[in-house]
């Protein structure tokens, strides 16, 4: 069974992102996939700094991040839009996850992954600048980036107040990511 690790880049309790990438999930699981859905909020992560690495070791809960990402076939991701790029929470944890220990390989919890990408934002562009950074660094790390993605403008108006989304034309286009996800890793397996 394909394995999908999905996650936002925003630590907010009522992010947008995180309801995008739970809806590109949906589609993901109903391709067939095993998704598990994460917050990077949750492995309380500090900012990596290599001396802290090297007194302290792998943080528990970037190793616990990490691991998730070496045992997955492919990632979803849905990232915030800071100033053209991607937030500081999300980069730590892509960067800790990107440590190598004793037994593993180089990035081993990237290359010849596949992610499927998305961004929202409550203006009109969606995120969609944050979308090049995002690929540039996960393509950067070994990871294979679906060309197909989705910037979702006026995202706050997209959902209810119970998190469902509401627009049917934005919920296809996010499931069709997952779906795309799962048929392309399906296709690398074979």
């Known amino acids: 069974m394909i394995k999908i690790l999905a996650f936002a880049g ?3 309790k009522d ?5 995008v990438v ?33 007194k302290n070791g792998m943080h528990e809960g970037a190793q616990q991040f990490k691991q998730l990402l070496i045992d997955s076939d492919g990632i979803l991701i849905s990232s915030p839009e800071y100033n053209s790029s991607y937030s500081a929470l999300f980069k730590n944890a892509i960067d800790w996850a990107s440590r190598k220990i004793e037994g593993e390989k180089p990035l081993e919890a990237y290359k010849g992954k596949v992610a499927g990408i998305m961004a929202a934002s409550p203006g009109a562009m969606g995120g969609m600048r944050v979308l090049v950074t995002l690929r540039m660094l996960m393509e950067n790390l070994g990871t294979m980036v679906l060309p197909n993605q989705k910037a979702v403008g006026g995202a706050f108006t ?29 296709k690398l397996k074979a």
């Not at 992010?15 to 309801?19: E, F």
């Open 158 to 186: 997209k959902f209810d107040g119970n998190g469902n989304i509401t627009d049917p034309a934005t919920e296809k286009a996010l499931k069709k990511i997952g779906s795309e996800l799962v048929e392309t890793l399906q």
């Open 15 to 19: 992010s947008v992102n995180k309801k």
């Open 10 to 12: 925003s630590g907010r």
């Open 22 to 54: 739970a809806v590109a999930a949906k589609g993901a699981e109903e391709a067939g996939a095993q998704v598990t859905i994460v917050d990077l909020e949750s492995f309380n992560m500090p900012m990596f700094d290599e001396d802290l690495e090297a």
